[in-house]
């Protein structure tokens, strides 16, 4: 079935470290993922997205990489900061899924707690 | 800011009303898709319009409903609630229906007793 997962439900870091969120996929045939930030009462907020065409695609202190092998997807943020506390969820795009274009699969969602 | 708003942000309903909620696109966007938000869990996708017509449609019943105007901007109407249509309400709009960025709104809380 459809689904995409995170590992870790909860990631508590120091401020200044550096944070790894994981993600597994499903569907080997998805060509294009996003991570979203979702504050408390907020929507989800675009952080990064990547296509299946490459492994790896850097952003402003955020990394994103994907291995098609094992359908793994991560998000590295350099020198976490307490701005950084959400709810972290990687989406995957399944274009014409269902006669759906441009559906977005999400996770449960990582909540990363950075601590002063 | 995405420039994507919704309306009303909260809502309180009982069970069996109907309840319409709305949503402005991003300037230049034609996509709006609608995803139901349960709490602690992620969004999901229950339909998208593109130019005024049903582009796709997620596992929700016939009840739930949608319409999208000449200007993009859209409703998502729920008929007959349930306890358990009480969620956040999302709404992304998109620039196309091909994997493009879905840029979402603050959500609209509905509370159905």
């Known amino acids: 079935g459809e689904s995409v997962g995170l590992h870790l439900p909860t990631l508590s870091v120091q401020e200044g470290d550096n944070s790894i969120i994981n993600c597994a996929y499903s569907n080997s045939a998805s060509d294009y993922f996003i991570w979203y930030k979702q504050e408390s009462g907020k929507g989800p907020q675009f952080i990064i997205d990547?296509?299946?065409?490459?492994d790896k695609r850097q952003g402003q202190r955020v990394t994103v990489l994907l291995n098609k092998t094992v359908k793994h997807l991560s998000l590295q943020i350099a020198a976490t900061q307490p701005g950084d506390s959400a709810v972290y969820f990687c989406?995957?795009?399944?274009?014409?899924?269902?006669?759906?274009?441009?559906?977005?699969?999400f996770g449960t969602g990582t909540l990363l707690a950075v601590q002063p | 800011e995405t420039g994507v708003t919704q309306s009303p942000t909260h809502l309180i309903k009982t069970r069996g009303q109907q309840v319409t909620l709305r949503c402005s696109s991003q300037s230049g966007h034609n996509t709006v898709s609608w995803y139901q938000q349960a709490l602690g869990q992620g969004p999901q996708f229950i339909f998208q319009?593109?130019?005024?017509?049903?582009?796709g449609r997620g596992n929700f019943p016939p009840r739930f409903s949608g319409l999208q105007f000449p200007n993009y901007s859209s409703e998502l109407n729920v008929n007959a609630l349930e306890l358990d249509d009480s969620a956040l309400y999302l709404c992304?709009?998109?620039?196309?229906?091909?994997?493009?960025?879905?840029?979402f709104g603050a959500g609209t809380r509905l509370s159905v007793l």
């Open positions: 989406a995957e795009n399944m274009g014409d899924y269902g006669g759906a274009t441009n559906k977005l699969i």
């Open positions: 319009y593109y130019r005024e017509e049903e582009n």
């Open positions: 992304a709009s998109s620039f196309s229906t091909k994997g493009d960025i879905q840029y």
């Open positions: 990547i296509r299946s065409n490459m």
